[in-house]
């Protein structure tokens, strides 16, 4: 397996060889890359290459769209480079054996794991951006090369995510001021300090949004709860939650993932008893395991069976 830090921070690469699969991890707010990987090596030893990501933290905090939207497309490259390098081993070994070495046969599938509301909101930055790019596809001749590579990455991890899954740990979690304090607090420990900055950031933020609620925008959290209610970039998604989660509202998730369902949504629900909020892996490693298998055995068997 080849690692690489891809110059950042919050950006680690783990390429493995004959990978089935391509794994995007966006970790929650504030949380090291390195427990982060703790989840990219679940896949890895599954054998799929894997990117972990990680957002700033402040831009998660206020939803500061347009930081988040700026670190999201940074990860890109790296996945789009992870799908061509797995498709061109695939096609290799299908011109080997059986397989005809077609495109079809090459298809390799991108599987979504995001964590808590900070990752989340990478993937809903991603998934406005594959809804703004749709139809620029094809139509960027005149456009300059490093536009067009980044316009033929998105087409790409636009297409392997229809045959892959998005799994979603601790998330979405309803936007609350409540919940979201308490995320800072769990995020910064005991450095008050630092929350209280945080906090005059949040409330900075919350008072912007309200203040356009007078003229007529939709809350921060309507606005959210909309996207992820009604995204069509993920039509196979697995929840992962608990009633012991403090900061989720399961009730709010629950009715969301029954309108995923009425939308025609494949859908796996892994529902725990009493784990905190991202910390099911811990307390039920042996049923998060085996939805990870199901998770990676669906989506490679969707490339088998053509779906897109």
Not at 129 to 157: F, M, V
Not at 275 to 294: N, P, T, W
Request: charged share 30%; aromatic share 10%.
């Amino acid at each position: 397996m080849e690692e690489t830090a891809a110059g950042s921070k919050r950006i680690c690469v783990k390429e493995v060889e004959d990978s089935k699969a391509v794994v995007l991890l966006f970790g929650w707010m504030g949380s090291p890359l390195k427990h982060v990987d703790k989840y990219a090596e679940l896949y890895n030893d599954r054998g799929c290459s894997t990117v972990s990501a990680i957002a700033d933290p402040t831009a998660i905090m206020t939803r500061w769209k347009s930081k988040i939207r700026t670190d999201m497309l940074r990860v890109l490259p790296h996945v789009a480079k992870l799908i061509r390098h797995a498709e061109m081993e695939k096609a290799s070994r299908n011109s080997d054996g059986d397989g005809d070495g077609g495109s079809d046969d090459a298809k390799v599938p991108l599987i979504i794991h995001a964590f808590s509301n900070g990752g989340v909101f990478n993937l809903e930055m991603l998934d406005l951006e594959l809804l703004l790019r749709e139809e620029e596809y094809g139509e960027s001749e005149s456009e300059d090369k490093q536009n067009k590579e980044a316009t033929d990455d998105l087409y790409l991890i636009g297409e392997r995510m229809k045959l892959g899954w998005q799994v979603f740990d601790s998330a979405p979690a309803y936007l609350y001021l409540a919940n979201s304090m308490q995320a800072i607090r769990e995020a910064t420990g005991s450095n008050y300090f630092l929350q209280f900055g945080i906090f005059s950031l949040l409330f900075t933020a919350v008072g912007f949004y309200n203040f356009r609620m007078l003229f007529g925008y939709p809350s921060s959290a309507e606005e959210y709860w909309d996207n992820m209610s009604n995204s069509t970039s993920g039509r196979k998604q697995a929840y992962i939650y608990s009633l012991g989660d403090e900061i989720t509202d399961v009730a709010k998730l629950e009715e969301l993932i029954e309108t995923r369902r009425a939308k025609g949504v494949d859908l796996i629900v892994m529902k725990c008893e009493d784990s905190a909020h991202v910390q099911h892996m811990r307390s039920y490693k042996e049923e998060y395991c085996a939805l990870i298998d199901d998770v990676i055995e669906r989506s490679v068997a969707s490339c088998n069976d053509g779906d897109s």
